[in-house]
């Protein structure tokens, strides 16, 4: 089965909604993740990759946000309580490979508002299931090789560890990056699939912001 490009549709979960990017979305997104602890476990290329300023975030945001065709971006808000509709990160499906049935989930960030929360687990619900109903084969994610926090959350989704790219991309201050490579198989999403559904149901019904 050859895959099919997914469409840029909202995703709607019962904590968040991930919403196809728009330029418009770049002053929330700044004020989201424009902080230091973003960048320092990798994101932007890490620490040297924080914009200093918005004039400097908006330019950033051509390098993540428009990548052509074969990537899709979303902005992630709340959805429900007093928080309802705020901004607190942003993932994409990339690297689109409809004939090899390959996909990346990636480019990801999040307010550190909502680390730990049900934010991370939901997003890869949603968006996995996206990529394994237009009949992709395999969905990676990665993370820097150095970064324990996100390497730690992308094992607690259920994905596999595939090995470690070395030598795979410049970080923003020069040096190189050693990659961290996870996967999950179509025939593997049933699993992961009611793992990231039990553990979104375990989280209170109430705003995941604090």
Request: net charge negative.
């Amino acid at each position: 089965m050859t895959a099919t490009l997914p469409p840029a549709r909202p995703l709607v979960g019962r904590f968040i909604r991930l919403d196809p990017y728009d330029p418009s979305d770049v002053p929330e997104l700044h004020r989201a993740l424009a902080k230091p602890e973003v960048f320092a476990g990798g994101y932007g290329g890490g620490p040297a990759g924080l914009p200093a300023d918005f004039a400097a975030y908006e330019r950033f945001a051509l390098t993540q946000w428009h990548l052509g065709p074969l990537h899709l971006p979303w902005t992630i808000r709340l959805v429900g309580g007093p928080d309802d509709g705020a901004v607190v990160g942003t993932t994409s499906l990339g690297d689109l490979d409809l004939r090899n049935e390959g996909a990346h989930i990636g480019w990801t960030a999040y307010d550190p508002r909502v680390w730990g929360t049900a934010v991370n687990p939901e997003a890869k619900l949603l968006l996995l299931g996206l990529a394994f109903d237009h009949g992709f084969g395999r969905v990676k994610i990665q993370a820097d090789s150095v970064n324990a926090r996100s390497r730690a959350a992308i094992e607690k989704l259920g994905a596999t560890f595939e090995g470690i790219a070395r030598h795979d991309k410049r970080r923003a201050d020069g040096s190189w990056r050693d990659t961290a490579i996870y996967s999950v198989l179509a025939e593997e999403w049933p699993a992961v699939r009611a793992g990231l559904e039990a553990r979104v149901a375990a989280f209170d019904a109430t705003p995941v912001v604090e």
